[in-house]
């Protein structure tokens, strides 16, 4: 099975961003790592929704406790820190959030600053990302 790339069709303009974002509390992403990390076979990448810089007991709290809920192991190369997120849609349900990490992405694609925990990791929970490579993301809303 070849897994296709997924094609954006728009990205979301910042008022569509506020709305969008609105009640959400998190959005979880996992996609395949380079295969050389054979420790660390998925590429997560969590999305607080805030724009707050947090202090690092808070980063470390947060952090340990997708770990625990996620049933997530072995993580390396965290990097926990305010970033530009745009936001596509696509064929699917809900729009994709893109971690700006170029300027020129930065300067073309409207996004916010959210809190983001983007680290290599191991877990069982996510099969379809760790056997068949594919990448996907769900959304946390504030009850």
Do not use: C
Not at 97 to 110: A, C, F, G, N, Y
Request: glycine share 2%; aromatic share 10%; net charge negative.
């Amino acid at each position: 099975m070849i897994a296709k790339a997924i094609k954006t069709d728009k990205y979301y303009e910042h008022q569509e961003i506020e709305a969008h974002l609105k009640n959400v509390e998190f959005i979880i992403m996992a996609a395949a790592a380079p295969s050389h990390f054979k420790d660390t076979p998925i590429h997560f990448t969590i999305f607080l929704n805030t724009s707050d810089e947090l202090p690092q007991d808070i980063k470390n709290a947060v952090f340990e406790k997708f770990l625990k809920d996620y049933n997530i192991k072995n993580p390396k190369e965290l990097m926990s820190q305010l970033m530009p997120v745009g936001f596509s849609m696509s064929a699917q349900d809900t729009a994709m959030p893109l971690l700006l990490v170029k300027p020129e992405d930065q300067r073309s694609i409207p996004h916010v600053l959210m809190h983001v925990m983007d680290f290599l990791a191991d877990s069982d929970e996510f099969t379809e990302t760790k056997e068949h490579k594919l990448t996907g993301w769900s959304y946390k809303y504030n009850s």
